[in-house]
């Protein structure tokens, strides 16, 4: 139902002297402290009060206290990014400033090269290497991509089957793997690395990858799906004379495009940000991914915060790019975990 | 025959999956828990493994510093599990209004959850810095003196006692170190936008039709969030909070990354950080890190089957 032009234009005002008041508490607080809390409260005294006097809308109370307890929650939520960015414009003294600044005097568009290109140390202490981000970034996009597509078709296979085909132990082998998403990965953490030793395997592409390459949540959220796909479809295939794998390679994976694109992108994004499992099965610097050779980075910077927050800008870039893009599904695929 | 072709079919097609899953899932399982019962060292050769029962296990259980961890991964557990259930549920709450910019703020909250920790840690290694973070400024422009945040030791109960005169002394009452509650404050920061996607799902299912006939019949909104909203959102409630707390025992990143040497005092070690130290920071116990592992298991096997039993009769499935 469409609202009255007037209504819709006092929302507007709503909208914005919310805004306004919210930024009065920000730079308040900025300058005068605890003094500035009380203009802000002053602010929104006044605010209620016409809304109260003069508009008499309960509706407008109520929006202005959901504006204002949501802009301050995400006050803090953006801070860090905020603090994250800027910082890795400043000088190095200016980094180190107090009181800091919230703007710096001078943008030292530098930093970004200085830490693309500083030497990172080994991890376990040893001098450090002439290894600079672009060899990170290469292992990590590289793992990332084939392990996100090698777990997409593995995964789809093994959905496939236990959503569509009836065979021996179906519903066993099932709950086993529901079972295995219940266990601690901590548990499987030391025999895995002793396989992986006895494969040889370490300090290997294949140890950063194949041990993620059938994902039990995606296999779960696959068939999910698969299921409810309807069976005349596959009627309808069989009389066109397709067999199984084309049926399932052009009409059921192109159905359920959203599911995969969800799947996909949990574990391009477990893998991009894992720290633990490549510390752990790697030793040399050049076999480390972003998460590892930043975490290096961190460890030997100290207190250079201007390059470690230029470092951890883009690190957190290609995420929170890949994020905009593709939100619907990443929002989608969480809403769907909590409701069966 | 038929039946046979379509076993083999569909072995095929599960064939990849199983492979992976048999070697990187189920065989560990197996071996950690025969390694459990050796004293085994990850320098060692085979030949001079020896099978020694249970005593790794009994070692686990009476080591103090095991106890400290045990201490500090359920003062985590309880701090950071009520609170990021509460604050979520509430920007849910908040999000599930017909305000202008709503898409707006759901990605700004989101946003942490997909940051990766190295990133967090160093930020917020910086916030919380003595002499140059920011949230130290905070506390001066109010007038408060400085913390040490990540470098204090004493419980934030002792802390907040202590400045009206009252001293704790048992370590059970003080409370998560501050240092451990300044990490618990970032992982609150992190996973609100995670959980809050999923409340919101779950108020979305809510048939409005219910809240419009309690508003008819005179219920306050208190009423109908006591009544209508909390027994209708229980089953995504209790997911949530089973799996939060799940995860929360299992809980190392961050305090490995914020606080590499496990924290003033010791007190941000909980028990996964205690078994990496012990089995991969040079020492190699494997047989000791696994016993670790699975009383970590045994623990969170207890806890899951409490809260099924209280908590899941409370569940109202049925709309």
Not at chain 1, 54 to 83: E, H, S
Not at chain 1, 131 to 148: E, N, P
Not at chain 1, 327 to 332: A, E, H, S, V, W
Not at chain 2, 287 to 315: C, D, K
Request: charged share 10%; proline share 5%; hydrophobic share 55%.
């Amino acid at each position: 139902m469409p609202l009255p032009a007037s209504i819709k234009h006092e929302k507007n005002i709503v909208f914005v002297s919310n805004i306004a008041i919210f930024l009065i508490l920000v730079f308040g607080f900025r300058f005068l402290g605890w003094k500035g809390i009380l203009v802000y409260a002053g602010f929104l005294a006044l605010l209620l009060f016409t809304i109260i006097n003069v508009w008499q809308r309960p509706r407008n109370i109520k929006d202005t206290i959901t504006y204002q307890a949501l802009l301050i929650g995400g006050f803090f939520m953006v801070l860090p990014f905020y603090w994250m960015f800027i910082t890795s414009f400043k000088s190095y003294k200016e980094a180190l400033a107090f009181p800091p600044t919230w703007w710096p005097t001078e943008f030292h568009w530098k930093n970004w090269v200085e830490a693309w290109n500083a030497p990172k140390g080994n991890i376990y202490g040893d001098p450090p290497v002439p290894l600079t981000f672009t060899r990170y970034f290469y292992v990590s996009i590289m793992v990332g991509i084939v392990t996100t597509c090698g777990s997409f078709t593995v995964s789809a296979l093994a959905a496939y089957a236990f959503a569509r085909m009836q065979f021996w132990g179906r519903g066993l082998f099932f709950y086993i793997i529901i079972a295995m998403m219940m266990i601690p990965g901590q548990v499987l953490l030391i025999p895995n690395y002793l396989t992986l030793a006895k494969l040889r395997w370490l300090d290997h592409y294949q140890a950063l990858i194949i041990p993620w390459l059938a994902s039990v949540f995606s296999i779960f959220l696959l068939r999910q799906f698969f299921i409810t796909i309807p069976e005349d479809l596959w009627d309808a295939a069989q009389i066109d004379g397709a067999g199984r794998f084309r049926f399932l390679w052009q009409i059921v994976i192109p159905l359920s495009k959203p599911v995969i694109i969800t799947a996909g992108i949990f574990d391009f994004l477990g893998n991009w940000n894992s720290l633990f499992w490549p510390l752990i099965v790697t030793t040399r610097p050049e076999m480390r991914t972003l998460m590892v050779g930043l975490q290096a980075f961190n460890q030997d910077a100290g207190s250079d915060f201007h390059l470690l927050m230029a470092a951890s800008t883009f690190a957190v870039l290609p995420i929170v790019i890949m994020f905009f893009f593709l939100q619907r599904f990443f929002i989608q695929g969480i809403a769907r975990t909590g409701l069966k | 025959m038929r039946i046979l072709k379509q076993n083999a079919e569909a072995f095929c097609y599960l064939l990849p999956a199983t492979l992976v899953l048999a070697v990187f899932w189920f065989l560990p399982v197996i071996l950690s828990i025969i390694i459990s019962f050796t004293n085994w060292k990850g320098l060692d050769t085979w030949t001079t493994v020896k099978w020694v029962g249970l005593t790794n296990y009994f070692n686990v259980l009476q080591d103090a510093e095991f106890h400290q961890t045990i201490l500090n991964t359920f003062n985590y557990v309880i701090y950071s599990v009520p609170l990021t259930l509460l604050i979520s549920l509430l920007a849910a709450m908040l999000l599930n209004s017909q305000i202008q910019g709503r898409s707006f703020f759901r990605t700004v909250y989101f946003l942490p959850f997909i940051t990766t920790w190295v990133a967090i840690s160093i930020v917020f290694r910086y916030f919380y810095d003595r002499e140059f973070g920011l949230a130290n400024y905070f506390l001066k422009q109010m007038g408060m003196p400085r913390l040490e945040w990540l470098s204090e030791p004493r419980g934030i109960w002792t802390m907040l006692f202590s400045t009206i005169g009252i001293s704790i002394k048992k370590p059970i009452l003080a409370g998560p170190s501050l240092a451990m509650f300044s990490i618990i404050l970032t992982t609150i920061w992190r996973s609100i936008g995670y959980y809050m996607i999923i409340f919101l799902a779950g108020l979305q299912n809510i048939d409005k039709t219910y809240y419009e006939a309690a508003e008819i019949d005179g219920a306050s909104a208190w009423h109908r969030f006591l009544h209508i909203t909390v027994p209708l959102l229980s089953p995504v409630t209790f997911f949530i909070l089973v799996t939060s707390m799940i995860n929360s025992f299992k809980v190392f990143v961050p305090q490995l990354i914020m606080t590499p040497s496990g924290g003033p005092d010791n007190t941000t070690t909980t028990i996964v950080f205690h078994l990496y130290e012990k089995g991969f920071q040079g020492l190699w116990l494997m047989g000791h890190a696994s016993a670790i592992a699975y009383i970590l298991f045994v623990i969170i096997l207890i806890i899951t089957l409490i809260q099924n039993r209280i908590l899941g009769r409370r569940v109202h499935y049925e709309v």
